[in-house]
């Protein structure tokens, strides 16, 4: 079996803890090609099946003025050789249901993005390709509704489905983690992904750039290794405060080894 191919039945079946993590956006190649020999090393070391994400674009931005990406097909040939030069599966959010096919020839997984995961003919389209789905709960969303976007992709003969917990609007510009929701997700039968970033983001202040809380990753992610979790969803960067997208959110790269010895130990102590 390939690597890649034996890396996504992990995510699907096995009992192993699993990452998705990479930059917020395709920025450029140095920077996405450094984080991802990074963190393959890394995964391969601790035993961690690893799939690579970045954003070939961002549609969703407060300001028309912020970063959105380097071009389509430009992001999307860099995630593929990503994927050829490191062995490693990729994940990408797509928006539209015309982009589930473009997006599908270079990656291995389509992300449903939050706020667009009752959109049924978007989840019909990623079903449609036969790639994983990953589809994020909605921000204004109860778990009980993820069955029902689940149920989109699979009514489309594909049961590959995944499930990710990002947290929900607290007020005007906060998030918080209802952790009752990675359990009842859980109960559904799927694979059920902590997003330890997205989850502390603080949006919609009067900046125009969200803000985040980056310092609450590792108790974010140590919450949800508790209740059961069976991935984890991180976006890092070698430099956050450089990054164009989403800088406030991620962990920096050099933190990632420290954060997932650690999360496996308290795992394995479960």
């Not at 995964?43 to 912020?66: C, E, G, H, M, W």
């Not at 998030?175 to 970033?197: H, P, Q």
Request: proline residues 3%; glycine residues 8%; negative net charge.
């Amino acid at each position: 079996m390939h690597i890649i191919d034996k890396t996504l039945q992990d995510v699907l079946t096995s009992d192993k803890l699993f990452l998705l993590a990479g930059p917020c956006a395709i920025e450029n190649e140095t920077i996405t090609l450094q984080t991802a020999e990074f963190l393959k090393k890394l995964t391969d070391k601790l035993d961690i099946p690893f799939v690579f994400k970045s954003s070939y674009r961002k549609a969703n931005r407060t300001q028309s003025s912020s970063f959105t990406g380097i071009g389509d097909e430009k992001a999307l040939k860099l995630l593929a050789k990503v994927r050829s030069e490191f062995d490693v599966p990729t994940v990408t959010d797509i928006h539209e249901s015309h982009e589930a096919e473009m997006a599908a020839e270079y990656v291995d997984v389509l992300q449903i993005p939050a706020f667009l995961f009752r959109q049924t003919e978007l989840l019909h389209a990623a079903a449609k390709t036969g790639k994983v789905v990953n589809i994020k709960k909605g921000q204004f969303a109860a778990a009980e509704a993820m069955k029902f976007a689940a149920s989109k992709v699979e009514e489309m003969g594909n049961n590959q489905v995944l499930l990710t917990e990002r947290g929900n609007m607290f007020g005007y510009g906060d998030m918080i983690v209802d952790y009752r929701n990675l359990i009842w997700m859980k109960e559904m039968g799927y694979k059920v992904i902590m997003d330890c970033t997205h989850s502390l983001q603080q949006p919609n202040n009067g900046s125009g750039v969200t803000g985040g809380l980056p310092g609450l990753i590792e108790p974010m992610a140590k919450a949800a290794i508790a209740v059961g979790v069976d991935g984890l969803f991180i976006e890092t960067h070698p430099d956050p405060s450089m990054a164009l997208s989403d800088g406030a959110n991620m962990l920096a790269l050099h933190k990632m080894e420290g954060l997932l010895s650690k999360l496996l130990r308290l795992r394995a102590s479960l």
